[in-house]
């Protein structure tokens, strides 16, 4: 009933930036928490950053300091910030939602298409 699209994805040098965006429709909620998860080609599904319903942020390791999620409930979007890009941040990146924090770390319920991000030396 809830349907994720992400989008602003692209190819840039590294040490540039992107930001990407996840819009909401359907059943929308604020009390869904949110987050984006990566996977390269070949690679694990890893967590890159999430939003709780009431706003508190999560990073993983290899992001933080780098990466910023936010989350605008009027425009029922979740986006995230990426700075200072390595070519190791490629990836497929993905949004998702779930309505328990555990379940959004682990196996999220609502996903999205995916969105790819090509970082180059």
């Known amino acids: 009933q809830v349907q994720l699209v992400e989008s602003g994805g692209g190819s840039v040098q590294a040490g540039g930036s992107l930001r990407l965006s996840c819009g909401a429709s359907g059943r929308t909620s604020n009390s869904y928490h949110m987050a984006w998860f990566r996977q390269a080609i070949e690679k694990e599904r890893e967590f890159v950053a999430g939003?709780?319903?009431?706003?508190?942020?999560y990073y993983g390791d290899s992001v933080k300091g780098r990466f910023t999620i936010s989350r605008d409930n009027v425009k029922n979007t979740v986006y995230l910030q990426m700075n200072s890009l390595k070519p190791e941040d490629t990836a497929a990146y993905y949004c998702a939602a779930d309505i328990t924090m555990q379940r959004l770390r682990a196996s999220p319920r609502i996903w999205g298409q995916g969105t790819q991000v090509t970082v180059s030396s």
């Open positions: 939003i709780s319903s009431g706003g508190s942020t």
